[in-house]
Nanobody, 124 residues
């Protein structure tokens, strides 16, 4: 599994961005994919997650209703559609994957694979 995140950039408050996470390796061992973010001086925090083959999705309260996680199996990719962006959404965003499903999808230490991160900056 090799994850590559992209799509970050600078956007004004209220704007939108779409992050992509492409997996260039095998997917048979992936059960859960997630997005996390880390702002300067803060710990890495959970943003969204979903099962690789299922339909269940999970969101942090701070992004619920504004962000959408989706996947495209044919392209081996996961996306994070971000709308109504706020300055507090500014962070480096990481995609991650793990070999199990179930609980603990919001805990970074429970993930096995990580992308390199992409910067999202929201100006006020």
């Amino acid at each position: 599994v090799q994850l590559q995140a992209s799509g970050g950039g600078l956007v004004q408050a209220g704007g939108s961005l779409r992050l992509s996470c492409a997996n260039s390796g095998r997917t048979f061992s992936i059960y859960t994919v997630g997005w996390f973010r880390q702002a300067p001086g803060k710990e890495r925090e959970f943003v969204a997650a979903r099962g690789w083959s299922g339909s269940a999705t999970y969101y942090a309260d701070s992004v619920k209703g504004r962000f959408t996680i989706s996947r495209d199996n044919a392209k081996n990719s996961v996306y994070l559609e971000m709308n109504s962006l706020k300055p507090e959404d500014t962070a480096v965003y990481y995609c991650a994957a793990r070999r199990v499903g179930g609980s603990y999808y919001s805990i970074p230490e429970k993930y096995d694979y990580w992308g390199q991160g992409t910067q999202v900056t929201v100006s006020s």
